[in-house]
């Protein structure tokens, strides 16, 4: 009889609640195998888990033949009787009477059974076999699983999911960092952000909208927190009285994406990841950069008034966070005109500073947000002060001389958030595919 895939069980129903008895499929990755003169033990795994098949010489010998031939990460199917076993992992196992192999392995390149053996940038040149490790392939279902608590949080707020285009015809959050593209016979670049569109959302009746999409920084740097490539969960609401709005839903999404994957994976990242954050925070303590740059100084950081965060002061500023407020994140707020984009609206008795705020989590940015400057002729001459060319921006500014409300939002960036929460050393290991200048294969 052929083994028929549609009647397959995932392993983690049979180790759980399946019959004793019973005949089953089963198919997946053979994860090891051992050969006992007339008895192959074969772990195989699957999405579920892994659990023991015994193929017995004196129960089918086609079978026994080839089991005794099988590599590791070769596909197989089986079918057999559940039955108890003290011996086998999960106290069940697999007698096969059949066995099907889909696809053998060739020997393997590299040691999935220890990722730590293996350099990042090979286990990234071998991402589908590195991903095999249940410990990788959690990144992933936590990765999913935030994204979906941010989208969900969104749509049960009120928020309307929009999808913008990424071919543009201007950078939006600064010059140098974006890719140039060739678009037929004119220059165009890859959206860094979807910043200007989000604000069209907003303007153009939604009132409040977001969206999870790619942005592209052609960002030269080689940092473990730095991709060309990543996924940003984005927001923006109108009709606000100050950017301690957007802050609340910032901070509310944030919350409920770390709630999210604990609740869902809680004991499986306390067993891979042992940095990981196991409780969720509570609420997100604000600061001002002006108190930032203090507490920095009696830690003996010093920042110069006005100037950006490096990022040796984000983690020194994480760590006293950390000990003063006893909060794992903080939103640094009123970052300096100087540093922040045109579009940013300037605090209005103290216009060297702004609106807007970074969310730093365990000492690194995971968000910036904050007030847009909604007022047309306040806006033209933001553009012109940091340079830029109003023509480019007409599309964007005509949005300022028929109606726009008040608004404000954010961007979060979607892996830096799994990074942190993992307590994971590089960004590349939270992206299935990282581009970095190097990197654009596979
Ligand atoms: P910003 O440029 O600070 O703000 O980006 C927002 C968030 O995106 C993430 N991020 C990155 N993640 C990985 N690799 C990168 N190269 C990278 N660059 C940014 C960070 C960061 O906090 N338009 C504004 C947002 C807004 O005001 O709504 C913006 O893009 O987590």
Same mark, same amino acid.
């Given at each position: $009889?052929?083994?028929? #895939? ?29 050969? +006992? ?11 579920? &888990? ?28 089986? !079918? ?23 696809? !053998? ?31 990788? *392939?959690?990144?992933? @279902?936590?990765?999913?699983? $935030? ?30 960092? =974006? ?19 989000? *604000? /069209? ?15 592209? !920084? ?17 927001? %923006? /609401? ?18 409920? $994406?770390? !709630? ?51 990022? %040796? ?10 000990? %003063? ?6 939103? =640094? ?35 910036? &947000? &904050? ?27 005509? /949005? ?6 008040? +608004? ?5 960036? #979607?892996?830096?958030?799994? $990074?942190?929460?993992?307590?994971? &050393? ?5 992206? @299935? ?10």
């Amino acid at each position: $009889m052929a083994i028929r #895939l549609a009647e397959r069980r995932y392993i983690a129903e049979l180790l759980q609640n399946a019959k004793i008895g019973e005949k089953y499929v089963v198919a997946g990755w053979v994860d090891t195998i051992r050969v +006992h003169g007339k008895l192959v033990f074969i772990v195989l795994r699957d999405r579920t &888990g892994k659990m023991q098949l015994v193929v017995k010489k004196n129960v089918s010998e086609t079978a026994w033949r080839e089991a005794k031939k099988l590599s590791p990460e070769s596909v197989i199917g089986a !079918r057999g009787t559940l039955v108890e076993s003290k011996a086998a992992l999960g106290g069940r196992e697999i007698v096969v009477e059949e066995l099907v192999v889909y696809s !053998r392995a060739e020997p393997l390149p590299i040691d999935i059974k220890d990722p730590s053996k293996t350099t990042l940038a090979k286990r990234l040149d071998w991402r589908f076999l590195d991903l095999r490790h249940p410990r990788n *392939q959690l990144i992933f @279902l936590v990765e999913a699983e $935030m994204a979906r608590a941010a989208r969900e949080f969104f749509h049960s707020n009120g928020f309307v999911e929009i999808y913008t285009s990424k071919i543009v015809g201007a950078a939006t959050e600064g010059g140098a960092e =974006v890719f140039s593209i060739v678009y037929f016979d004119r220059p165009a670049f890859l959206a860094q952000s979807p910043q200007l569109y989000k *604000q /069209m959302g907003v303007i153009a009746g939604f009132e409040k909208v977001f969206e999870v999409g790619p942005a592209f !920084r052609a960002e030269p740097h080689h940092t473990t927190r730095h991709l060309t490539e990543y996924t940003s969960v984005d927001f %923006e /609401m109108g009709f606000i009285d100050s950017y301690e709005d957007v802050m609340k839903v910032a901070e509310n999404a944030v919350l409920s $994406m770390i !709630r999210s994957a604990l609740g869902r994976y809680k004991d499986r990242v306390q067993e891979y990841f042992s940095d990981a954050l196991m409780e969720v925070p509570r609420s997100i303590p604000r600061i001002t950069i002006r108190e930032a740059y203090k507490l920095l100084r009696s830690a003996g950081v010093s920042i110069e008034e006005g100037e950006d965060l490096s990022s %040796e002061a984000e983690r020194k500023l994480g760590e006293i966070v950390l000990k %003063e407020y006893g909060s794992p994140l903080v939103f =640094v707020t009123e970052y300096p005109w100087k540093v922040r984009p045109f579009y940013t609206m300037r605090k209005s008795d103290e216009p060297d500073w702004t609106y807007s705020f970074d969310l730093l989590f365990r000492g690194l940015e995971i968000a910036t &947000g &904050g007030q847009r400057e909604h007022r047309y002729e306040v806006l033209v001459n933001q553009l012109q002060e940091k340079g830029l060319n109003p023509k480019n921006f007409e599309w964007y500014l005509a /949005m300022f001389r028929y109606g726009a409300p008040p +608004h404000g939002g954010a961007g979060i960036g #979607l892996e830096r958030v799994v $990074m942190q929460f993992l307590g994971l &050393g590089n960004i590349r290991e939270a992206r @299935l595919l990282p581009r970095d200048p190097e990197r654009l294969v596979p």
